[in-house]
C-alpha cells in the first residue's frame, strides 16, 4: 500500500532520450501534444477536480515541472510557479503548450460537460506515462464527489501506480552496430485542410468481443487487424486503388515496458513500422491486411527493439554532439526529423486495455485518445479499451473523410457494429 507520505522534490532531470527532440521541433502547427480522456456518468465538478489537481500533482515528479533551456540541452526543473489551474474546455484537442503559459507546466487538464481532459506535451511522457497520472487524478476526483469511496479505497495512491522517473532508454541501452535501415519516401495524405486551429476527430466505438472473434478468424491479434484495415483504407480512400511509387507507411508506437522490464513514467517505446508499396491494381483488403501483419512481426521483436534504443541512444552519448551547444544542435535536428518524416504516411497509436480498480468502474464510462497531426501526417489514429468497448479514434486536419469511411465500413463488413462520434467539425 501507498500511503501520503511527502514525496521528496526533485530540482532538475534530464529530458529521456525521445523527449529531447519535442522542444525542438514543436510549434503552433505541429504541437507534440496528445490527448487522454476520460468520460464519466455524470458531468464534471470543476472545483473538485482542481482539489484533485492539486491533492495529486506533488507525488508526480515527471508532471510537476517546467522546462528550462541549457547550454547543450533542456532540462526540467521541479515547478514552483502555483498549482496549474483546470479550465471547461473551449478549444480544440491537443492545441499548442505555451511554456510561459499555464504556470509554466507542460500539460493541461480540462473538462467538457462529464470527460476530463489530459493534455500533455510529449517531452514530459508517452501515454502509458499520461495515462498512470490521469488515473490517479481521476480516482481523487470521484473521493472527493463521493466520500464513501474514501472510506472503501482510503486516500492513497493505488498499488500499481508507479513513481518511477528512470530513463530507461539509457538503462537498457547497449553499444551500437550502424544504422541497418534508410529511409524511403512515403505517401503523403493531402487535401482540403479545415479552417487553421481545428482539428477534426472521429471516435468509433465496438466490441472487444468482436473485434478478437474476426482478427482470431484470420490468424491475426486486434492490433493487426487493425493497423491492416487502416492500411487499406489508405489504399482505397485516398490513392483509390491506384498503383504507387511511394509506399504506404504505417508508424506503429510499441511500448517498451513490457520487453525491458520498466515502470517508468518518462518516455520508454520506440517507433516499429510497416510498409506496403500498391506496384499493382486492386488489392484485396485481406491481402493488404496479411502483408501488414507480416511487416509488424518482424519489426517487433526484442532483437530489433534493442537495435533501435541503441542506435537513438549511440546518437546522445556521442561526445562531439553533446558538446556542440542547443544553438547550433536544434538546426541540425529539425533537418534530421524534417527528413526522416518524409518516410511515414501516418501513425496508429495502440494503448491497449484501459484497467481500473473495481470500486471505480460503476463511476467512468469510457476512455478516448487523440494525436495532433505532425510533418507529413495529417491524420493519424489512437485506439484504447475498457471492459467490453474498443474506441478506435481518427484526428485529422483534412476535411475530407473518405479514409475514415472505407474504414468504419470495412469493420461493419467483417459483422462489427460500429457507433460513430465526432466533434462536429464535418457538419459546417
Not at 468481443?209 to 482505397?236: C, D, H, P, T
Not at 542547443?326 to 494503448?351: D, E, Q, R
Not at 473495481?358 to 484504447?384: H, M
Request: hydrophobic content about 35%; glycine content about 4%; overall charge positive.
Amino acid at each position: 500500500m501507498k500511503s501520503r507520505v511527502q514525496k521528496k522534490e526533485m530540482r532538475w532531470e534530464k529530458l529521456d532520450n525521445t523527449a529531447n527532440l519535442f522542444p525542438v521541433i514543436a510549434n503552433e502547427t505541429m504541437t507534440n501534444v496528445y490527448r487522454i480522456a476520460v468520460i464519466l456518468s455524470e458531468d464534471i465538478r470543476p472545483e473538485c477536480l482542481q482539489e484533485a489537481l492539486e491533492q495529486v500533482l506533488p507525488w508526480f515528479n515527471t508532471m510537476n515541472v517546467r522546462m528550462r533551456t541549457g547550454m547543450f540541452w533542456y532540462y526540467f526543473e521541479t515547478n514552483t510557479k502555483g498549482k496549474p489551474v483546470v479550465r471547461e474546455e473551449q478549444d480544440f484537442p491537443c492545441r499548442y503548450v505555451e511554456r510561459h503559459e499555464n504556470r509554466n507546466y507542460l500539460f493541461r487538464v480540462t473538462y467538457y460537460k462529464n470527460r476530463i481532459n489530459l493534455e500533455v506535451f510529449h517531452a514530459l511522457a508517452d501515454g502509458m506515462g499520461a495515462v498512470n497520472f490521469l488515473r490517479e487524478l481521476t480516482y481523487q476526483y470521484l473521493r472527493i464527489c463521493y466520500p464513501q469511496l474514501s472510506g472503501e479505497m482510503g486516500d492513497r495512491l493505488c498499488d500499481d501506480t508507479s513513481l518511477d522517473t528512470e530513463d530507461s532508454y539509457l538503462k537498457n541501452y547497449k553499444k551500437a552496430g550502424k544504422k541497418t535501415y534508410k529511409s524511403v519516401p512515403a505517401v503523403h495524405m493531402k487535401g482540403e485542410h479545415l479552417v487553421r486551429g481545428e482539428l477534426g476527430t472521429i471516435h468509433g466505438y465496438m466490441s472487444v468481443k468482436q473485434l478478437k472473434e474476426k482478427a482470431k478468424e484470420l490468424g491475426m491479434s486486434i492490433n493487426e487487424y487493425l493497423s491492416g484495415i487502416f492500411v487499406y483504407s489508405i489504399y482505397k480512400g485516398y490513392l483509390h486503388e491506384n498503383t504507387s511509387k511511394k509506399p504506404i507507411v504505417l508508424c506503429v508506437p510499441v511500448n517498451l515496458r513490457s520487453f525491458f522490464e520498466s515502470m517508468t513514467t518518462r518516455n520508454f517505446f520506440a517507433m516499429a513500422s510497416a510498409a506496403f508499396l500498391p506496384e499493382k491494381e486492386k488489392y484485396e483488403r485481406q491481402e493488404v491486411m496479411k502483408l501488414v501483419q507480416k511487416e509488424l512481426k518482424k519489426q517487433i521483436t526484442q532483437e530489433n527493439l534493442e537495435r533501435m534504443i541503441a542506435y537513438n541512444v549511440s546518437n546522445q552519448k556521442n561526445y562531439a554532439l553533446r558538446v556542440v551547444p542547443l544553438f547550433l544542435k536544434k538546426p541540425a535536428i529539425k533537418f534530421v526529423y524534417l527528413t526522416s518524416a518524409k518516410a511515414t504516411t501516418t501513425t496508429i497509436t495502440n494503448m491497449g486495455r484501459m484497467v481500473v480498480d473495481k470500486a471505480y468502474e460503476p463511476y467512468i464510462k469510457r476512455f478516448q485518445i487523440i494525436l495532433s497531426p505532425s510533418v507529413g501526417q495529417n491524420t493519424k489514429a489512437t485506439v484504447c479499451s475498457y471492459g467490453d468497448e474498443l474506441t478506435f479514434t481518427f484526428s485529422s486536419l483534412l476535411k475530407d473523410t473518405s479514409v475514415q469511411k472505407v474504414f468504419f465500413r470495412s469493420l461493419v463488413e467483417d459483422g462489427i457494429e460500429v457507433e460513430i462520434e465526432t466533434n462536429g467539425v464535418y457538419y459546417d
